[in-house]
Nanobody, 123 residues
Framework: QVHVVESGGGSVQAGGSLRLSCAAS???????MAWFRQAPGKEREGVAF????????TIADSVQGRFTLSRDNAKNTVYLQMNSLKPEDTAMYYC?????????????????WGQGTQVTVSS
């Protein structure tokens, strides 16, 4: 059974940093994973994607230059480092696993999801 668990959310002031972690269990191989976020009243949007080797990443334009993604394959865990946070980054952040193809930042192309972790950035 596959489990996806996020951690690391919290509240920070604008300009601050947070690091989110996502661990996927129940797999016997390394898998592609991604982060999405959803603010109240808005659609879920892709933030960042990382391939199995960690060398392939896709970062959304809205966070380019501020967010980076890395992974520890021994733990099947990915990390989203978020720097220079802005109030507009406030959202529930979700980790997704098991990429099925197509756009890597489209939530419809992932099979398993975590419960989410809240990130709140105050001005």
């Amino acid at each position: 059974q596959v489990h996806v668990v996020e951690s690391g959310g919290g509240s920070v002031q604008a300009g601050g940093s947070l690091r989110l972690s996502c661990a996927a269990s129940g797999y016997t191989k390394i898998i592609c994973m991604a982060w999405f976020r959803q603010a109240p009243g808005k659609e879920r949007e892709g933030v960042a994607f990382i391939g199995v080797a960690g060398s392939t990443t896709t970062i959304a334009d809205s966070v380019q230059g501020r967010f980076t993604l890395s992974r520890d394959n021994a733990k099947n865990t990915v990390y989203l480092q978020m720097n220079s946070l802005k109030p507009e980054d406030t959202a529930m952040y979700y980790c997704a696993a098991h990429y099925t193809g197509g756009s890597s930042l489209d939530p419809r192309n992932f099979r398993y999801w975590g419960q989410g972790t809240q990130v709140t950035v105050s001005s």
